[in-house]
């Protein structure tokens, strides 16, 4: 699966299939999709950019869906728990899976002018620090890679 993020793609489809995967997963579940946790998701895939949960909770208060710290980050915590969405350590941000319903190990490539995210593919990173893990008698049990610099349209 290729990083979806920086390059064009029909990105109307895109949130339209991220929220469709998120309503059914949550019924094969058995878990709710309330509509703040919802609207948070929609908000994360409006553009593949990271955004903190001040923000987020800035938009919902806007729509009086919530004012309060614990309604952002309970729907965070729900969004990450599923896999719905991501965080990033080194922003301290929030971003929609490009890859929902995958099990997957998330790995980053960000802007960090425009904070744009592209989800590297799936696997990418993995077998390497396995690897690596492995050569030193380390046992990995959760690989993280954030790759930080310019994005196509920053570099230009
Ligand atoms: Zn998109
Ligand atoms: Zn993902
Ligand atoms: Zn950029």
Known sequence: MDPVGFH??????CIQECLT????QCSDKGVRLTPVRRR?????LQDHRALGAYDLLDKLREEGL???PPVIYRALDFLTEHG???KIERLNAFVACSHPGESHAPSFLF???CSTVAEAAH???EAIAEDQAK???FVAERVMVEIEGLCPDCRG
Do not use: N
């Open 135 to 137: 050569a030193v008698g």
């Open 123 to 125: 696997g990418a990173f």
């Open 8 to 13: 064009k793609h029909d990105h109307s489809k």
């Open 21 to 24: 995967a998120a309503d059914e």
């Open 40 to 44: 948070t998701l929609e908000i994360l």
């Open 66 to 68: 919530g004012s309060q």
């Open 84 to 86: 719905f969405a991501h």
């Open 111 to 113: 802007c960090r002018e």
